[in-house]
């Protein structure tokens, strides 16, 4: 076999391993919210339980990049994949370990009396979900311009969460019997404000390795 | 039509404070065409090299890059029925224009091969002979004073101030290769012309002239043909590449290695050519 015939090889596995553990985030994330509108605390344990599977494999792409740049010396567009991929993985990995805590967090609440709304936290969900899978689709197709949009996009699940927090704010002070549920609330609408700036993060590393254009902190 | 960026901007990398410099262009080249007899080995090659950087050539077999770096200092005049169009501008002044003298020019712009091709003499001699027959040293003191200078910027003077009237022969491959820069650098040229310098040497021979190339670069302008593109990354400032007697893309080296404007280029660097 020819040497760039392995590299592409070894390309293509390593961008089959970053898009599994994108769909892993994405299923944990969306599990995790199940587990908190259905009140269902076995699917929360199971995101729990499957989270070290998602560090094995976040550990997994690391050692494939450090090999491919250690024996392949990739450049150019080689070389800008494997830096994202490796500077995504980890990525990746935190937004899965929000859904872990949205699933502790589901759990907890799950041992409470529910309350009667969930505010606004299923749109924000929902709009996390979308960003994310536009995301690993942006990345899939190097398609830097709507990974561009996503990024704007993340501008909707900030005024929501903002919206989300006078909301519980509020709540706390008129309904101080639920504050300790509330203060929960708050902080699963905090970890999907959290997703939606690593989403933003996974589209500006789709924008590097397209464009070879550093738009972080521009 | 090659790309170039416009008025590179160096920055310095030495242990004093990193400063910023606007380079001055050393070599100017401008619609160069280079023929062996009916054929012709280089297209409309047109490309500037700032002062006191290392330009790398990189390019498949047969793309005219060492036939373009012997434009340079005229090597190629001693092949019969080789002919050149075009301008070769070393601080502003033709190379080849009429009465152009070819010693002087190849005083100022020094070569070391891709082969270490130290003379039978003695280490001492061989970085001495420049000197010699071009009759630039006075006293014997001075002489020494010269050879000795030569081998300390050849990072050579430490292995050999102890054994200076040996064979040069008796010399390893890499410190022979630094010899012959010793040689080159001995009769003080302006630019240096390296034709794949390391290509023969182990890997911790070709580290210490590419350590050698990166101090070098400080007091010269040095151009460097290199099939290992990874040296070309390590050691130069600027990267050209070419293909098929043509200068396909000439830019800032990490711009090549990362991100280069053409398409060709890339599929070069990256393995895809072909």
Known sequence: MDTHRHLDDELSSLRDRVLLLGGEAEQALERAMYSLSERDSEVAQQVLDHDDQVD?????IDRQCIDII????????????????????????????????????????????????????????????????????????????????????????????????????????????????????????????????????????????????????? | MP?????????????????????????????????YGRVQALHQISIEIPERIVMAFIGPSGCGKSTFLRTLNRMNDVIPGTRVGGEVLIDDHDIYAPGTDVVDLRRRVGMVFQKSNPFPKSIFDNVAYGLRINRVTGSGSELEGRVEQALKDAALWNEVKDRLKTSALSLSGGQQQRLCIARALAIRPEVL??????????????????????????????????????????????????????????????KIFTAPNVKTTEDYITGRFG
């Open chain 2, 193 to 254: 012309l390296m034709d794949e310098p390391a290509s023969a040497l182990d890997p911790i021979a070709t580290s210490k002239i590419e350590e050698l190339i990166f101090d070098l670069k400080k007091q010269y302008t040095i151009v460097i043909v290199t099939h290992n593109m990874q040296q070309a990354a390590r050691v130069s400032d600027r990267t050209a590449f070419f293909l098929l007697g043509k200068l396909i893309e000439v830019n800032a080296t990490e």
């Open chain 1, 70 to 218: 250690a024996l392949r010396q990739p450049a150019a567009r080689d070389l800008r994949f494997v830096i994202s991929v490796a500077k995504m993985a980890p990525v990746l990995e935190r937004i899965a370990d929000h859904a872990c805590n949205i699933a502790r967090a589901a759990i907890d609440l799950n041992n409470e009396p529910e309350l009667k709304s969930v505010l606004d936290l299923s749109r924000m969900a929902q709009h996390a979900l979308i960003m994310l899978r536009s995301a690993l689709d942006a990345f899939t197709s190097s398609d830097a311009a709507t990974a561009r949009e996503i990024i704007k996009s993340d501008s909707e699940i900030n005024d929501l969460y903002n919206h989300t927090f006078h909301r519980l704010i509020e709540l706390m002070v008129t309904e101080p019997a639920t504050a300790t549920r509330d203060a929960r609330l708050l902080f699963v609408a905090k970890h999907l404000e959290r997703i939606g700036d690593y989403v933003t993060d996974i589209c500006e590393l789709t924008v590097y390795m397209a464009e070879a254009a550093f738009i972080k902190h521009t």
């Open chain 2, 3 to 35: 790309v170039q960026t416009a008025a590179p901007r160096i920055e310095v990398r030495a242990s004093a404070p990193v400063e910023t410099i606007s380079a001055r262009t050393k070599v100017a080249v401008r619609n160069l065409d280079f023929f």
């Open chain 1, 56 to 60: 094995s494999l976040e550990v997994e």
